[in-house]
């Protein structure tokens, strides 16, 4: 199946879905024009330049875009609060800037050390596929959620606590890790310390992924008794 076959049929499902219960997918939109809503956008849209200032090799501007992105994230949901602009569409954003960010990070970072010649580096680039799983399992889990009509759960401490370690550690390595420092002629972060840190996010992530589970199976307790 093509990418925009499996898009149009997730759109497809999600509306299905909202219809069943009532709602139109323009009610997603109802004040969507707010500063958070913007935010989130514009981190979207850093995705893919971070990613082809990486690949090109232009480690400062990609270290600088990925610390834009990440204190973005630290205050939509401050000002989304403070303002009263939470809306429907930003709950959305929010999660989907995260989640892209977070992908293509480690994605890069998998492909970067799987590459080098340093065989520990090497065997320690598929620590990254722990971050690559976790967020394709929350993005499948999601669209089955909502194909049952359940609510996809919304970031606890525990989701916020991960993510912020997940930007921290990866801008840390980005800027002074080894093969991708941008500053590493400056200082170079061990490879046992880099490693120590990704592990430490990578439990923090997990934890998070574990997080979601009681809320899931609280949901369909109460669909399974309002089915009876």
Not at 121 to 127: D, R, T
Not at 133 to 154: C, D, Q, T, Y
Not at 165 to 188: D, K, N
Request: some cysteine.
């Amino acid at each position: 199946m093509c990418h925009n076959q499996l898009w149009f049929n997730t759109v497809t499902l999600i509306n299905f879905q909202l219809w069943k219960r009532g709602k139109n997918m323009k009610d997603l939109f109802k004040g969507c024009w707010t500063i958070p809503n913007l935010i989130s956008l514009i981190r979207i849209f850093l995705v893919p330049l971070f990613a082809y200032l990486f690949m090109q090799g232009n480690f400062v501007p990609a270290v600088i875009v990925l610390a834009l992105s990440g204190l973005s994230d630290c205050v939509d949901g401050k000002i989304a609060r403070k303002f009263n602009q939470i809306s429907a569409l930003g709950k959305l954003l929010d999660p989907l800037a995260d989640k892209l960010t977070q992908i293509t990070l480690a994605v890069l970072l998998f492909l970067t050390f799987n590459k080098a010649d340093d065989t520990m580096l090497k065997a320690f680039s598929w620590v990254f596929l722990v971050f690559i799983g976790k967020e394709f399992i929350m993005v499948l889990g999601s669209v089955i959620m909502l194909a049952f009509g359940l609510r996809p759960g919304a970031a606890e401490i525990y989701g916020k606590v991960a993510t912020l370690a997940f930007y921290v550690v990866m801008v840390f390595i980005i800027g002074f890790g080894p093969e991708v420092g941008a500053f590493r002629s400056l200082f170079t972060i061990p490879n046992t310390l880099m490693m120590i840190l990704v592990i430490i996010s990578a439990i923090l992530t997990m934890v998070a992924f574990f997080s979601y589970i009681p809320d899931v199976i609280r949901q369909v307790k109460e669909k399974k008794n309002k089915a009876k």
